[in-house]
């Protein structure tokens, strides 16, 4: 209990200090959190990065009194906003099997470090988004099988619900919509029966809405990213990730210029060209702190399923390469996996003439090397 500071001061100045100020006690301030991310970004390649150090950053993260040896480095992401409730369970599939410890169809480990964990459902997430009209947002949720945070949604028209991956900053109650079977008839004729881009951008390019490529703004921060006309959502799914739509490769044809491909830049610095019909939801993937996350202890990684890992210094001569000897020694060798497969970067399989025809610019690689800071 808080004793105040008034009786813990001896007779002689009690009198005094009646009279003067008593020293207040600190007061819980709501501290308001910045933006995960600044979407500044011109239409060239170059990306514009106004943000300082990322450890000068607040980061909103939940710490705990160091009450037991578990809490003492346990971090958690801020998100008060989830659902404290089950999933909805006609949207959900149970997980077991084999495959739930790493092992193939024939009973070998072929994924080590795998294995036990708490039970799972499996969510089905909507990646195509097809559906057109309007959606309202139920509740945001919680999935265990991925880091970013889901949305059930309701489509106004038919009550049909559905899941998908939440956009940072999205809420229960929001309004989304879908706009990759096509332009409504009522938008087409607010704009007077043509396509006018910027007035179809100021309608369209709302966080969540999901629409083609083709019809969002260069410099934009899009997520759940497809590569082609049909296809589901492929890029960008993890939390915090985004893509950005750097350039639209027009050509001539008969009716006149075309949207032939979209340039994004991937997280990872790659630039790949996608189909101008991919589908593409704006806003950043939900969750962005959560790779700032501190487990605390080695019981919550179990819980998650992952299993111990062993250092190969510490095992013997006949379990891995790097294991005998005296102290931490690896017997001058070079890193190479328990079968003898270099651990940095491995043997190089890629071929360096026959990239990929979607290939722009690839990613910067470092062949195990650290990047210059």
């Known amino acids: 209990m808080i004793q105040p500071r008034i009786c813990q001061l001896p007779t ?138 889901l949305a059930l949604v309701t489509r106004v028209e038919t009550g049909e619900k559905s899941y998908i991956v939440a956009a940072d900053g999205m809420r229960a109650g929001d309004e989304i919509q879908s706009y990759r079977s096509g332009i409504p008839k009522e938008l087409l004729d607010s704009m007077g029966g043509v396509v006018d881009p910027g007035m179809l951008a100021a309608k369209t390019a709302s966080r969540g809405n999901c629409l083609p490529i083709h019809m969002v703004p260069l410099g934009t921060q899009v997520f759940n990213l497809g590569s082609k006309t049909r296809g589901k959502a492929v890029f960008c799914r993890s939390a915090g990730t985004y893509a950005i739509v750097m350039n639209k490769e027009e050509v001539e044809k008969p009716r006149g210029l075309e949207i032939a491909s979209v340039i994004v830049r991937l997280q990872s610095g790659e630039m790949r060209k996608v189909s101008p019909d991919a589908c593409c939801t704006i806003g950043v993937a939900s969750n962005p702190q959560s790779h700032f996350t501190s487990l605390g202890k080695a019981g919550r990684a179990r819980w998650l399923g992952k299993r111990p890992e062993v250092r190969g210094v510490a095992m013997n001569a006949a379990d891995h390469p790097h294991g005998g000897g005296r102290g931490k020694s690896k017997g001058n060798v070079h890193p190479v996996s328990p079968w003898g497969t270099p651990a940095k970067g491995g043997y190089k399989t890629r071929h360096k003439r026959n990239k990929h025809t979607f290939l722009v610019k690839d990613r910067p690689r470092n062949q195990g090397k650290r990047r210059p800071r």
Not at 27 to 35: A, E, I, N, Q
Not at 55 to 80: A, C, M, Q, S, W
């Open 12 to 149: 002689s100045r009690l009198g005094n200090s009646l009279f003067t100020s008593v020293r207040s006690y600190a007061v819980v301030v709501d501290r308001v959190s910045t933006p995960a991310f600044e979407p500044a970004v011109p239409a060239d390649e170059t990306i514009l990065h106004t943000q300082g150090p990322r450890k000068d950053e607040f980061i909103p993260l939940r710490t705990y009194k160091p009450r037991t040896p578990g809490l003492r480095h346990l971090k958690r992401p801020v998100n008060d906003h989830l659902w404290k409730g089950r999933p909805l369970l006609r949207l959900t599939i149970p997980k077991k099997g084999q495959h739930l410890g790493g092992r193939n169809n024939s009973g070998q480990v072929t994924v080590r470090h795998r294995g036990g964990g708490h039970k799972r459902r499996i969510r089905i997430v909507d990646y195509y988004r097809f559906a057109p009209g309007k959606h309202v947002v139920d509740r945001i949720e919680y999935d265990p099988n991925r880091s970013a945070h």
